[in-house]
C-alpha cells in the first residue's frame, strides 16, 4: 500500500483551509489517502520566533487579500471569522479522538469544521461548538463533550503536537509525502508532481 500524506495543518489558518479542499482529490489521483494531523501553530511559533501572520505590519494585510483571492481562485467560499486568529484546541482534540474513535469521520470533521469557520466565518474555538459539528457526523453531542475534557484526548494531543514539531512542521499547511516537505498551500502543485514522478 502506498503511503499515506501527511497533512499537518492548524484549524485557525487560512492557508491550511485552501489546502484541505483540495489535498484529498490529489490523494485520490496517486491511490494515496490524507492523514489529517492538526497541531498547533503557536508553539511551533514559539520556537521559530515567527509572528502570527495577519497580525504582521503590511505582510498581514497583503495575507487577508491573498487568501479570498486564493479562495476566489480555486472556488472555495471565504469567510473571515470575526475572531481570527483563533484557539483550535477543541477542533484539534477532536480530530484525534474521532481518529480512535471512527477514522472514517476524521476528514468529513475536519472539512466540516474548516468550513464553518472559513467557509461561514463562525466560531469553532468552543467545545460546544466543535460538538455540533462532530454531531452532525452521527455522533452523541454528549459524548463529544465529555471526549474533549478528556485527559488523555488532552495529552494525545500535546503528544501529536511535539510529533509535529520534531517532524519539522512549522507551518499550516506542512504536507510531508514519502519523506519530503512541502510548506504552504502554493505547494499543492508541487505536491501533485512529487506523487506523479517520484520526486526530482
Known amino acids: 500500500m502506498p503511503a499515506e500524506i501527511d497533512f499537518y495543518f492548524d484549524f485557525s489558518s487560512p492557508y491550511g483551509y485552501l489546502a484541505s479542499a483540495r489535498i484529498e482529490d490529489i490523494a485520490k489521483r496517486h491511490n494515496r489517502t490524507v492523514h489529517w494531523r492538526p497541531f498547533l501553530l503557536g508553539v511551533a511559533f514559539k520556537i521559530t520566533g515567527a509572528p502570527l501572520l495577519a ?27 470575526e475572531q481570527f486568529p483563533f484557539a483550535p484546541i477543541a477542533a484539534s482534540r477532536a480530530v484525534y479522538w474521532l481518529a480512535d474513535r471512527d477514522p472514517n469521520l476524521v476528514g468529513r470533521f475536519v472539512k466540516a469544521a474548516y468550513h464553518a469557520a472559513f467557509g461561514e466565518g463562525r466560531n469553532i474555538t468552543a467545545a460546544e461548538s466543535v460538538a455540533d459539528i462532530v454531531a452532525r457526523l452521527g455522533i452523541d453531542r454528549m459524548e463529544v463533550m465529555s471526549a474533549l475534557v478528556d485527559p488523555q484526548v488532552k495529552d494525545r494531543l500535546r503528544v501529536e503536537v511535539d510529533d509535529a514539531i520534531k517532524k519539522g512542521a512549522f507551518g499550516s499547511p506542512y504536507i510531508i509525502v514519502d519523506g519530503e516537505p512541502f510548506w504552504g498551500c502554493d505547494r499543492l502543485e508541487q505536491v501533485d508532481r512529487w506523487l506523479t514522478s517520484g520526486g526530482w
Open 55 to 81: 497580525e504582521t505590519p503590511i505582510k498581514g494585510d497583503y495575507a487577508k487579500r491573498d487568501f479570498a483571492r486564493t479562495a476566489r481562485l480555486f472556488g472555495v467560499p471565504f469567510k473571515m471569522p
